[in-house]
């Protein structure tokens, strides 16, 4: 994740970006206990199945919309959209869709910590 240095008020916009390699991320705030990111992601891109053990994530659709699964569900979820991925649950996303994906992150605590 590409680390900028913001203060406490913070726009997202300054931190959209892609790259057409991969998914775009970039952090926007970070302690021990949480980490606050943006995710941008462009046509077609995904972040396949994944879990975090012992954090819990959540995904918040800020632009665009996806396909999001947690566990064994399925949903397109489009701005303003919560998706939550508790601990050790299986979660992914797909931007299925022709227009840029672009969802705030937050995993807690955060990783590495």
């Known amino acids: 994740m590409d680390t900028k240095e913001p203060g406490y008020f913070i726009d997202y916009h300054a931190f959209i970006g892609s790259d057409e390699n991969k998914v775009f991320k ?3 705030a970070q302690s021990e206990n949480i980490l606050l990111g943006v995710h941008c992601f ?4 995904s972040q396949p199945i994944h879990i975090h053990v012992g954090e819990d994530k959540f995904y918040f659709v800020l632009e665009g919309s996806g396909y999001f699964q947690v566990g064994d569900e399925f949903h397109n979820a489009g ?3 919560l998706v939550w991925a508790p601990s050790s649950l ?21 990783p590495g910590h």
Not at 42 to 45: A, D, K, L, N, P
Not at 90 to 108: K, Q, R, W, Y
């Open 79 to 81: 701005p303003g959209m």
């Open 42 to 45: 462009t046509t077609g891109q």
């Open 90 to 110: 299986p979660h992914s996303v797909t931007n299925n869709n022709a227009e840029p994906l672009i969802v705030l992150i937050g995993i807690a605590p955060s």
């Open 26 to 28: 970039a952090t926007l």
